[in-house]
């Protein structure tokens, strides 16, 4: 089946796609202060229960809403986490009472945001925890979750006749209701391994391949959809179609071990937490989040935005205001992302800028990330250019050289002669038609 399917067919929409939403929302929301609420707080199951599971109303929840601001804003597919590491479950799963329909929202909530994503032409990823905090026969967790640093003796006593294999049932059998009560899913993001202390007949300190049964869920995975996108958080190395590098931009094009570009993608957050953080203050502007896929993309990577919706179901106002701001930007210059890369070696990008590449079209597009005076010199470009304009409203941009210019270039130099005025977006766009 890998060899009838290729990861690269999979993939082929994807890195075309370039910027998606991720979203991460569940009963934390409620805490409003970290995903990781649990864990962070020593928080016991029974006690999460009675906070939060007990108090969940999102009356506000318009999928709609979410769907829009995504499109608006550029997105062209989007990752929900349908289960946290919380344990708590979004859809109407049939292994466990602890799901949306039997909170105060008294429904599937994940299936509405299915429709209203697609019915905006976004593709539908499935982010799934591997780590659960909630499951009984899941070992507890002298490391990580909410028991962690109780000590070796409680944790021991607490599972006695858990059964890791169960809870790895468990999963198989919720992620086969995903991927087929919910129409064709695009992505599967599985999160996350730590198998560096795993030992087989106890999971209390590290989990991976053998706690999840990696490779039967792989096995599950692929034989119910062999198209799905899969990341690489399995444990599985080589089994993951796309490198998922977290909360950084990598340095340049990731590279394989035999030094083949692989596909990948950044997952970033606008404020440092993924689930709602009221009291959160570390909001990153909206140029920033434009420059940061301008980076990706000239590295020939996607970004994976994330908005963490309150808990009454709403993205608050400083996630909508950016994602407003954003869709300004993408609204002129999608052009330069979508279906683009990293430009070829010998476009070496001037100083401030940034180029990506669309191969299919041969237009090279060179972001002004800082504006300088009137021109911008740009190396290998003479005798290349067959035509350039802004992309923001396609107006003619041309090169030109005084005689003292023309003294101190080199002969492969061009000066790009800009107005003296930037124009009033927030990263400027040089499109370049290619000879
Ligand atoms: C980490 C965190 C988690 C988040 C994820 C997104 O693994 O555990 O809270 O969902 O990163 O990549």
Not at 187 to 204: K, Q, T, V
Not at 392 to 418: N, R
Not at 423 to 431: F, G
Request: glycine share 6%.
């Amino acid at each position: 089946m890998q060899q009838q399917n290729p990861s690269s067919n999979r993939t082929k929409w994807f890195t075309k796609a370039r910027f998606g939403m991720f979203i991460h929302w569940g009963l934390y929301a409620g805490a409003a202060r970290n995903e990781w609420i649990m864990h962070i707080e020593h928080i016991p199951t029974e006690e999460y229960e009675r906070r939060y599971f007990k108090h969940f109303n999102p009356d506000l929840y318009d999928p709609e809403v979410w769907a829009k601001a995504a499109a608006d804003a550029g997105m062209q597919y989007f990752v929900i986490t349908t289960k946290h590491h919380e344990g708590f479950c979004l859809w109407d799963t049939k292994q466990t009472d602890y799901k949306a329909p039997n909170t105060l929202a008294k429904r599937d909530l994940l299936r509405p945001m299915v429709d209203a994503f697609r019915s905006h032409g976004l593709h539908v990823g499935f982010y799934y925890s591997l780590l659960d905090w909630h499951h009984p026969m899941n070992f507890v967790d002298n490391r990580i979750g909410p028991y962690r640093a109780i000590g070796d003796e409680k944790i021991a006593e607490m599972n006695k006749g858990r059964e890791q294999a169960v809870y790895a049932k468990y999963m198989r059998e919720q992620v086969t209701e995903l991927l087929t009560q919910y129409g064709p899913v695009d992505i599967l993001w599985f999160d996350f391994s730590y198998p560096d202390r795993e030992h087989p007949e106890n999971f209390a300190l590290g989990k991976g391949r053998l706690a999840w049964e990696s490779e039967k869920l792989l096995e599950t995975v692929r034989s119910l959809a062999p198209y799905v996108i899969l990341d690489d958080r399995l444990d599985l190395p080589g089994t993951g179609d796309v490198v998922t590098p977290e909360q950084y931009t990598p340095p340049r094009v990731v590279k394989d071990r035999d030094g083949k570009p692989v596909v990948w993608e950044a997952c970033q957050t606008f404020s440092g937490s993924w689930g709602y953080h009221r009291d959160e203050y570390s909001w990153r502007p909206a140029g920033e989040i434009i420059r940061t896929l301008i980076d990706c993309v000239s590295k020939d990577g996607n970004l994976l935005l994330n908005v963490g919706p309150t808990a009454r179901g709403e993205f608050d106002a400083r996630a909508m205001d950016r994602l407003r701001d954003i869709g300004k930007w993408m609204r002129y210059h999608s052009d330069s992302i979508y279906g683009c890369g990293a430009a070829p070696e010998a476009f070496i990008p001037p100083s401030g800028c940034a180029y990506t590449y669309n191969a299919e079209t041969k237009r090279l597009y060179l972001h002004i990330l800082s504006w300088p005076y009137k021109c911008i010199y740009a190396k290998n470009l003479a005798g290349k250019i067959e035509y350039m304009r802004f992309l923001h409203d396609h107006s003619e941009i041309c090169t030109g050289l005084c005689d003292f210019q023309k003294a101190q270039t080199t002969p492969d130099e061009v000066a790009i002669v800009l107005p003296s005025v930037p124009p009033a977006v927030e990263v400027p766009v040089i499109e370049i038609f290619l000879k």
